[in-house]
Every structure is written in structure tokens, then in C-alpha cells.
């Protein structure tokens, strides 16, 4: 079946420094999601990415979808202590179920 | 505006028992699904509806069962509680299905099986 790996598992940074996660598909994609959990709370929904190659940002936050459709990634740049969370992409393809990675823990160093 | 709504927050079950989660939505979505999320392995697709009296098993149905009645519930049942289901659940709802528009999630139930 569809597998999604996510790496790293957890990363901690100063406050200020950048921060990338990746995530990786077994199978090609046809759109990847992206969602934000606090601690405690629920995943909250960020961004969907659909065409190859494609990038978009949100203010501090850059989401890339590799030209294959098999990869993606979240890069924050200076971060700061309200982006404490875990990461996580979802990938589908298309008219199967949509698979979450194994997420990417973020802590922030003050 | 509530979104999506879950109950109970928290539940203890003793090994055997059975119980129902509970799952609202109010934005009329035609998609819901049901996760269980444990540590190191993400969220992990139980069961999910494509719309009302349509369900299907995801990822790891085992042990739970769901019905749908109704566009705006989708309560899921633990037949025989295990300390395998130890985990915390999560009810989503979309628009659209299979990652074509964005998912909502409810609080979350954090349930222990003791």
C-alpha cells in the first residue's frame, strides 16, 4: 500500500534558526496536504500542494512539491516559539484514501 | 459555527467493555473519516463514509465498526475494548474526499484501556 515517511522525526532549533521537514511517498501523488498539531490540540489544515514542481508560501512558510509528485517539503524560516508543534504531510492519489506521514515534532530552543 | 464536534474528551474503558465515540459536523460535509493517532506512527485511517448509508474500512478497521445515517454523524463503536486501542481518536470531515479539499478536525477523544 501507500506509504508516506516523514523525516526528520524531530527537530529542535533556537529560536530565530530555520526549519525543513520532508516528506516522502512511495507511489506518485496526485495532490499533498499539509497540517499543523499543537501540543494537545488537533491537526489543523495549512496548505494543499497539486502540480508538479509547485511552490507556495505563507508568510514564514515554504511548501515545495517535487517535479516527480513523490516528495514535498515544509521549510520555516526564522522560526518562533508559536510554531512549536508536529508537522505532518498527506498524500493522495486521487480517488484512493488520503495517507498521513509520521509527522515531524518541532521544539523551539528560547 | 462548531465545526466538528466530538465526545467524550477523555474515556477509561476496562478491557472487554464496548463504547461509542461520538462525531458532529454542522458544514454539511459529504466526506467524514476516523483516525486513531499514536506516537511515531501518525495518524492512521480507521474507518471512513463517502456520504450518508456509504461506509468503508480503512487502514485499521479491526476491532471498530461505524454507520452513518445521517449527513451530519458518524459515531464510531469499540465492539470489545483492547489495550491495543489505547490511543487518541480523531474524527475528520471534507467537503471532498480523498485529499481533494481540505480536512477538519474535531478535538480529538483520548481513550485508555486499562
Known amino acids: 500500500g501507500q506509504q508516506v515517511m516523514q523525516i526528520p522525526q524531530y527537530q529542535h532549533v533556537q529560536e530565530g534558526e530555520d526549519f525543513t521537514t520532508y516528506c516522502n511517498s512511495s507511489t506518485t501523488l496526485s495532490n499533498i496536504q499539509w497540517y499543523k498539531q499543537r501540543p494537545g490540540g488537533h491537526p489543523v489544515f495549512l496548505i494543499q500542494l497539486v502540480k508538479s514542481g509547485e511552490v507556495k508560501k505563507q508568510k514564514r512558510l515554504t511548501f515545495q512539491f517535487g517535479e516527480a509528485k513523490k516528495n514535498s517539503s515544509l521549510h520555516i524560516t526564522a522560526t518562533q516559539t508559536t510554531d512549536v508543534g508536529t508537522y505532518f504531510c498527506?498524500?493522495?492519489?486521487?480517488?484512493?484514501?488520503?495517507?498521513f506521514g509520521t509527522g515531524t515534532r518541532l521544539t523551539i530552543i528560547p | 459555527n462548531a465545526g466538528v464536534t466530538q465526545t467524550p474528551k477523555f474515556q477509561v474503558l476496562k478491557t472487554g467493555q464496548s463504547m461509542t465515540l461520538q462525531c458532529a459536523q454542522d458544514?454539511?460535509?459529504?466526506?467524514m473519516s476516523w483516525y486513531r493517532q499514536d506516537p511515531g506512527m501518525g495518524l492512521r485511517l480507521i474507518h471512513y463514509?463517502?456520504?450518508?448509508?456509504?461506509?468503508d474500512q480503512g487502514e485499521v478497521p479491526n476491532g471498530y465498526n461505524v454507520s452513518r445515517s445521517t449527513t451530519e454523524d458518524f459515531p464510531l463503536r469499540l465492539l470489545s475494548a483492547a489495550p491495543s486501542q489505547t490511543s487518541v481518536y480523531f474524527c475528520?470531515?471534507?467537503?471532498?474526499?480523498?485529499?481533494?479539499?481540505?480536512?477538519?478536525f474535531g478535538q480529538g477523544t483520548r481513550l485508555t484501556v486499562v
Open positions: 463514509s463517502v456520504g450518508a448509508g456509504i461506509t
Open positions: 498527506a498524500g493522495s492519489r486521487g480517488n484512493e484514501k488520503l495517507t
Open positions: 475528520a470531515s471534507s467537503y471532498q474526499g480523498q485529499g481533494a479539499t481540505e480536512a477538519f
Open positions: 458544514m454539511n460535509h459529504e466526506y
